[in-house]
């Protein structure tokens, strides 16, 4: 079974710093693509940005500049490093993984979530 558990959320400052952890029950290179999404209160479920297998990266348009994805496929782990925090980056974050499976199809797993707040 696959689990993917986020870790490294908490309170910040605005113009602060955090690094969010994915770690994964398995080889993160089993994935296709990995991400992260946040949520809001009240607001829809975004999504923050995305490593693809081969490594290449997007961003959402709001958090380009400042946040940026990362892997270490050793501890099977991928990271979040989120600089210059805004009030408006405040969201449960969560780690999505998406595998394409020839046999089984496509499949979405998802983390619980982890809390960040940026407020002064």
């Known amino acids: 079974q696959v689990q993917l558990v986020e870790s490294g959320g908490g309170l910040v400052q605005p113009g602060g710093s955090l690094r969010l952890s994915c770690a994964a029950s398995?080889?993160?290179?089993?994935?296709?693509?990995m991400g992260w999404y946040r949520q809001a209160p009240g607001k829809q479920r975004e999504l923050v940005g995305a490593?693809?297998?081969?490594?290449?990266?997007n961003y959402a348009d709001s958090v380009k500049g400042r946040f940026t994805i990362s892997r270490d496929n050793a501890k099977n782990t991928v990271f979040l490093q989120m600089n210059s925090l805004k009030p408006e980056d405040t969201a449960v974050y969560y780690c999505?993984?998406?595998?394409?499976?020839?046999?089984?199809?496509?499949?979405?797993?998802w983390g619980r979530g982890t809390q960040v707040t940026v407020s002064s």
């Open positions: 999505n993984g998406f595998i394409d499976n020839k046999i089984l199809g496509p499949r979405e797993y």
């Open positions: 398995g080889s993160i290179s089993s994935f296709n693509r």
């Open positions: 490593i693809t297998y081969g490594g290449s990266t």
